[in-house]
């Protein structure tokens, strides 16, 4: 596969269950983005690492959790959430600095019952 | 904080015909950059065109142009001869030249194209 890839694409889950979210890049950028897009509202950043350091944690509450195991993969651990973090959740990556614009994967599409 | 206003929710256009898009953006800071990313039904955003504040000229990409107004802090986008395969949302961004990781969005125009 090429690009950045998100699995899974759908995922319906209680507010006491534990799940992950997966990104991959096959693009060799050494920067990766979690988003949460929302209807009507523009894309909210959630973290960013660089190199596979943590750079950026906009505020976000702990039931969200991220992972950077290495600088192709990275991984977002859900539990206990509320069903206002329903949403889709959008990976991107890019390289650092100058006018490089972040590749986006097709993102996964969360619901919380 | 920097912030970016599409005040266009919603846009139509003919097939064939010519569309403009809006955006604004608030900020202090003198180097910058600025996308317009376009999210098809598909929901897998890519980018359109980018525009470096330090280059006067506007950006053109084929069928897309930008009009960049960095004294009035506006960024629109220019789709000439509209195609069906245009319909989508359509994002402006910002992003600092200091602070590379803080990318930020506008609300999105959702574009239809009327054949």
């Known amino acids: 596969e090429t690009g950045v890839t998100q699995t899974p694409r759908h995922l319906v889950m209680g507010m006491t269950n534990k799940k992950s979210l997966k990104c991959e890049q096959h693009l060799g950028h050494n920067a990766m983005y979690w988003y949460k897009q929302s209807a009507k509202k523009p894309l909210e950043l959630m973290f960013v690492?660089?190199?596979?350091?943590?750079?950026e944690n906009n505020s976000v509450p702990s039931r969200f959790s991220p992972e950077c195991p290495n600088s192709s993969h990275l991984f977002l651990h859900l539990h206990t959430l509320q069903p206002e973090d329903s949403a889709l959740y959008l990976c991107?990556?890019?390289?650092?600095?100058?006018?490089?614009?972040?590749?986006f994967g097709p993102g996964t599409r969360l619901t919380v019952t | 904080a920097q912030t970016v206003t599409q005040s266009q929710p919603e846009m139509s256009v003919q097939e064939a015909e010519t569309v403009t898009l809006s955006c604004t953006y608030d900020t202090s800071e003198s180097d910058y950059y600025l996308f317009w990313y376009k999210q098809p039904p598909s929901r897998q955003m890519i980018l359109v065109i980018r525009q470096e504040a330090y280059k006067q000229q506007n950006a053109t990409e084929n069928r897309f142009s930008v009009n960049f107004q960095k004294a009035a802090k506006s960024f629109s986008l220019k789709i000439s001869d509209s195609q069906l395969g245009d319909a989508a949302m359509y994002f402006c961004?910002?992003?600092?030249?200091?602070?590379?990781?803080?990318?930020?969005f506008g609300a999105g125009t959702r574009l239809t194209v009327k054949p």
């Open positions: 961004a910002y992003r600092s030249a200091y602070n590379n990781n803080d990318m930020r």
């Open positions: 690492y660089n190199f596979k350091e943590q750079t």
């Open positions: 991107a990556s890019s390289q650092v600095g100058g006018a490089y614009e972040q590749y």
